[in-house]
């Protein structure tokens, strides 16, 4: 069973920035693709940001691009969300998940994701 945990959410204001952490437990990290989703009250789990085992692929939903940077290091079972130039509607719960599928399987379908951190709460301010 791998367990992941975030962290690095708060409080930010707009235009600031916030890295979010997602530390995974186990020895098989670097074999899953990772990806990061987002949920805001009464709306539905949001695609983020994806990237594959070796860190080389990456992909962004149209909202966070150019904003957003997904990365990974292997060797401390740890992938990152760098948030630059956060906006009102970027105030979300994020959530990293990890999954068995390949970069292209997994894409950005949150059924395809077999683990799921706890969730780290990010508030953008005016």
């Known amino acids: 069973q791998v367990q992941l945990v975030e962290s690095g959410g708060g409080l930010v204001q707009g235009g600031g920035s916030l890295r979010l952490s997602c530390a995974a437990s186990?020895?098989?990290?670097?074999?899953?693709?990772m990806a990061w989703f987002r949920q805001s009250p009464g709306k539905e789990r949001e695609f983020v940001a994806i990237?594959?085992?070796?860190?080389?692929?990456?992909s962004y939903a149209d909202s966070v691009k150019g904003r957003f940077t997904i990365s990974r290091d292997n060797a401390k079972n740890t992938v990152y969300l760098q948030m630059n130039s956060l906006k009102l509607d970027d105030t979300a719960v994020y959530y990293c998940?990890?999954?068995?599928?390949?970069?292209?399987?997994?894409?950005?379908?949150?059924?395809?994701?077999?683990?799921w951190g706890q969730g780290t709460q990010v508030t953008v301010s005016s």
């Open positions: 998940a990890a999954s068995r599928l390949g970069y292209t399987s997994a894409a950005s379908e949150a059924l395809k994701y077999d683990y």
């Open positions: 186990g020895r098989s990290f670097s074999s899953y693709t």
């Open positions: 990237i594959n085992w070796t860190g080389r692929i990456t």
